[in-house]
């Protein structure tokens, strides 16, 4: 399997609770269900971006997708 970069963040405690309670549920670690929102999120903001609507975190994206 290719290597994957490893990241890190800080989220609140009520997200970490959520992400947890989720991945016990569904039977995924954490980590799968973190991947799987930040590739939803990624999506989402990337059709958002092509049918040219706005988003509160649309110019954010737009920053990180030109870095």
């Known amino acids: 399997m290719a290597e994957s ?5 800080r989220c609140p405690v009520e ?16 980590a799968e269900v973190v991947r799987e929102a930040i590739g939803a999120l990624s999506r989402d903001l990337c059709k958002i971006m092509q049918d040219g609507l706005e988003s509160p975190i649309l110019s954010s994206f737009q920053v990180f997708l030109k870095n």
């Open 15 to 30: 997200w970490a609770e959520k992400i947890k309670n989720i991945a016990h549920l569904t039977g995924r670690s954490e």
């Open 5 to 9: 970069p490893m990241l890190g963040a």
